[in-house]
């Protein structure tokens, strides 16, 4: 497929993405079974779909989002691996849970009467996966202390004897793995999880999941691999934090593009875009380029960021509207209407990584691909030319 409309789109390569996967694999520690590809956010604004299916194609055997409809979005996909739903699920669908084969996570003994009662009147049985709290302060069994270490596990054990739940896994969430200074809290979050674990195996319960690795400790932790890790971020070749650059050969998979839809030249005095904060110190060409703040192109980038039109870059000039932004392309004579413009990813040998397109506007690179718009058509690529699209827009028929 190669038809769409080239106005905004993100490029997404799914070579990058089965490649990234091998990659992930290739440093699991011995006996660690599975690397769960978290596809949540539609897979970080990627397509969780095509995503999704490039991954299974890689070996991945299980996957991670966060609620039931991504869950379900990747079943009609095609994707018939296991599933973890990592955040809440209303206990009443947990006759859909089981028909569509979903773990679901459960985070405390309410919760977990909750599914198990409904799972009862349903008359079906539900797996879930016990969800430690050691120090992120969001969901799961609190034991951020060694005192509180007996109390979590008895209720966890509680939990895992009601009847219509299959307890499958036990897992906790690291908040600093990714931080320079986090190795001490990384390891008495490690600590107090193998504590838990422990505790339960006295009473007679055991997991054949246990997990805990998100990117960055997937990267630096072997020894908390276990039988499971969780990447995200680094599926999609961006690493957690500028420190972890190159720890793993991975290649960005979403390049933004765009074109120029018009080149003037303004006289030296004219102010441009809104609220004029931008007035032409002499005559000046400007190329409009259709992408703005409803596209994910935030307006804090205003007067600030640059693009790349044929290998060179070219400063956003103005503020950046809502569906277009301008570009100062004086030192560039040869830009013409419907050039190709990189917003960020590679234009020939130069390259404007997103992870710049993320500090500019005061965020991390995480929240820069997550927060592309449901208007720019996701284009999907293998062997450098395009296989399918993800228009979320386009009418149907």
């Known amino acids: 497929m190669t038809d769409f409309l080239k106005r905004t789109w993100a490029a997404i390569d799914l070579d990058a993405v089965r490649e990234n996967y091998r990659a992930i694999l290739d440093i699991l520690a011995p006996g660690c079974r599975h690397a769960m590809a ?68 459960v985070c405390n003994g309410e919760y977990g009467r909750e599914l198990s009662r409904a799972a009862a ?102 020894e908390m691999h276990l039988d499971m890790v969780r990447p995200g971020l680094i599926l999609y070749g961006l690493f957690p934090a500028p420190w972890l650059a190159g720890r793993l050969p991975l290649r960005p998979v979403m390049e933004l593009k765009t074109v120029v839809s018009m080149v003037k030249r303004v006289p030296a005095g004219a102010v441009v875009s809104y609220g004029r904060t931008y007035t032409a110190g002499q005559e000046t060409a400007l190329a409009t380029v259709p992408i703005g703040y409803a596209d994910g192109y935030p307006r804090s980038l205003s007067n600030r960021a640059c693009m790349l039109i044929g290998g060179c870059r070219a400063p956003v000039v103005g503020r950046v509207c809502m569906d277009q932004c301008m570009l100062d392309v004086s030192g560039l004579p040869e830009v013409r209407e419907g050039q190709t413009v990189t917003v960020f990813g590679r234009d020939g040998e130069a390259s404007l990584p997103v992870e710049e397109f993320a500090a500019l506007s005061g965020t991390i690179n995480y929240e820069a691909v997550c927060l592309i718009g449901k208007r720019v058509p996701r284009v999907f690529l293998s062997g450098g030319r395009p296989v399918g699209q993800l228009n979320y827009i386009a009418p149907e028929g």
Not at 186 to 199: D, M, N, P
Request: charged letters at 25%; one cysteine or more; aromatic letters at 8%.
């Open 121 to 222: 009147a349903a008359g079906v049985k539900v797996r879930v996966h016990i969800k430690v709290d050691t120090g992120m302060s969001r969901l799961g069994f609190l034991c951020q202390r060694e005192e509180e270490l007996p109390r979590a596990a008895e209720e966890a054990q509680a939990v895992c004897r009601l009847p219509g739940l299959v307890p499958e896994g036990i897992f906790t969430h690291f908040a600093s793995a990714d931080e320079e200074e986090g190795e001490a809290f990384t390891r008495r979050q490690f600590a107090l999880f193998q504590g838990v674990i422990a505790a339960l195996e006295k009473k007679g319960i055991r997991f054949s999941l246990r997990h805990c690795c998100n990117s960055a400790a997937t990267l630096l932790y072997p």
């Open 38 to 105: 978290i596809v949540k956010a539609d897979a970080y604004g990627h397509g969780a779909g095509p995503v999704s299916r490039a991954l299974r194609e890689a070996g991945a055997d299980w996957f991670g989002v966060s609620n039931l409809d991504e869950a379900l979005q990747i079943r009609k996909a095609g994707i018939s691996q296991p599933i973890l739903i990592l955040g809440y699920t209303p206990a009443e669908e947990a006759a859909r849970l089981s028909d569509f084969h979903i773990a679901q996570t």
